[in-house]
């Protein structure tokens, strides 16, 4: 497994848009998106199972960001729209600790890491 590597962070001003991504995914593990934002504790924000026809998103991003993924890219998506302030964070993909299961919410369900995209949202 090469590590996971995102990209797409940047500066944006409230109500844009950014698409992070997520590459190289592996085609039967579910993936998910956290954020840390300074002091604060990593929260999750969307996952999706390995078919990419599970999704599961947290209540604070809801109707703004949309996960999807590319087995044949081996590439996992967050669009994220309408961005708030409050958005801002580093933003993290990670491959679920086991194969073909559910998008789960829990940090603990995954373990394997990429080092994270710094998404900055000034209002």
């Known amino acids: 497994q090469a590590q996971l590597l995102e990209s797409g962070g940047g500066l944006v001003q409230a109500g844009g848009s950014l698409r992070l991504t997520c590459a190289p995914s592996e085609s039967t593990y579910a993936m998910v998106w956290f954020r840390q934002a300074p002091e604060k504790e990593r929260e999750f924000v969307a996952a999706?199972?390995?078919?990419?026809?599970?999704?599961n998103y947290a209540d604070s991003v809801e109707g703004r960001f949309f996960i999807s993924r590319d087995n044949a890219k081996k590439t996992v998506y967050l669009q994220m729209n309408n961005l708030h302030p409050e958005d801002t964070a580093i933003y993290s993909c990670?491959?679920?600790?086991?194969?073909?299961?559910?998008?789960?919410?829990?940090?603990?369900?995954?373990?394997?890491w990429g080092q994270g995209t710094q998404v900055t949202v000034s209002s």
């Open positions: 999706v199972d390995w078919t990419g026809r599970v999704k």
């Open positions: 990670a491959r679920q600790e086991t194969r073909f299961g559910s998008p789960y919410k829990g940090v603990s369900a995954y373990d394997y």
